[in-house]
């Protein structure tokens, strides 16, 4: 599917776990620490000045947004992370975060994990990439922020998130910057691959027929007298 990224509209924000509906479209969503850039990585994306709202405080984005972008959905997913914020705040974007990528409701084709390219990953990043992995979400990295950092600081950067990024050499990983542009043809291209691969997938799960679709004479031929399946082979 080619995407027209510039044909975005927001469609809602939730705030609560259960305001939110099961989803009729792949959706990709943008996981990362406060701050770290989602809004303005998304805001690139979709050729917009400020359709997600860049925040001048850190830990704004309180809420899952949705954008619509014709046939699919790109979910901003609060950041994590904040200190400035109190644990019964903290508890509550967990619950959002944890239980929005739980929701086996969603056609989830791609998370976007954002990690700040200048900095090693958080206690909270290394948590969220052990979680997409041990739950085999489909996911890439984005390194953000990719202009404030000179040639040799982005070498040694990629050369030590070898080591603290778990799996580091099998996960997509793209270099991004908001304010050069860096990222952002190869995040669109990503992304478009990701929802081709999902409709595929969806597709071919009815493929062969569930037992149900078997003509029912095809079932007889093949069982016993008591009932039982007979092998092929037999
Ligand atoms: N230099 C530079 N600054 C950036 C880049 N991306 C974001 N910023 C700045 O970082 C700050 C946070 O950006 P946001 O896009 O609001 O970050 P966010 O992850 O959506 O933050 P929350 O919604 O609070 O979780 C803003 O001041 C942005 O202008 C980038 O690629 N380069
Ligand atoms: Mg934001």
Known sequence: ??????????VTSFGKLSQLPPSDRPEICFSGRSNVG??????????????????SVPGKTVTINFYELGDIYLADLPGYGYAKVSK???????????GYLADGRRQLALV????????????????????????ELPFIIALT?????????REARMKAFA??????????????SAVTGEGTEELRA??????????AYEEDEDFPPPPDDIPEAE???HTDENGFLIPRNR
């Not at 976007?112 to 739950?135: C, E, F, G, T």
């Not at 990503?190 to 409709?199: I, K, N």
């Open 1 to 10: 599917m080619n995407i027209n990224w510039s044909n975005a509209k927001f």
């Open 38 to 55: 989602k809004s303005s990585l998304i805001n690139k994306l979709l050729n917009r000045k400020s359709l997600a709202r860049v925040s």
């Open 88 to 98: 019964s705040e903290k508890l509550g974007w967990s619950d959002l975060i944890g």
């Open 112 to 135: 976007v994990q954002l990690i700040d390219m200048r900095h090693a990953p958080s206690k909270d990043d290394i948590q969220m990439i052990n979680y997409l992995i041990d739950n």
């Open 145 to 153: 922020k990719s202009d404030k950092l000179k040639k040799t600081e």
């Open 163 to 176: 080591h603290e990024i778990p799996c580091f050499e099998d996960i997509t990983v793209v270099p991004f």
């Open 190 to 199: 990503l992304a478009e691959e990701a929802v081709r691969g999902f409709e």
């Open 219 to 221: 079932i007889t031929a």
